[in-house]
């Protein structure tokens, strides 16, 4: 499965906040979030930084999305 920040850059938005802000406020690296900016995989206790700086939760910041890999559930057809 993919990972999309896309709601967490939204609340951003509508707060006027900037990645900066929030590093800060969460107290997350730099590093961490260049990644999150790539929708790649952070820690949990990074994410849960963050929901507990912004007072939401987990689900308000973060969506998983289905891998184009995986469009067939991981199940292998054999030829019949």
Same mark, same amino acid.
């Given at each position: 499965?993919?990972? %999309?920040?896309? !709601?967490?850059? =939204? ?8 990645? !900066?802000? &929030?590093?800060? &406020?969460? =107290?997350? %690296? =730099? ?6 900016? !790539? @929708?790649?995989?952070? %820690? +949990?206790?990074? &994410? ?8 939401? !939760? ?14 067939? @559930?991981?199940? +292998?057809? &054999?030829?019949?």
């Amino acid at each position: 499965m993919a990972v %999309s920040y896309k !709601k967490l850059w =939204h609340i951003l938005l509508d707060r006027d906040m900037d990645r !900066k802000d &929030l590093e800060q &406020l969460a =107290h997350v %690296s =730099h590093y961490t979030m260049t990644k999150m900016g !790539k @929708n790649q995989d952070v %820690s +949990t206790e990074a &994410l849960r930084n963050i929901c507990a700086a912004l007072g939401c !939760k987990l689900d308000d910041i973060i969506e998983f999305l289905p891998d184009d890999s995986n469009a067939n @559930n991981g199940e +292998t057809r &054999l030829a019949e």
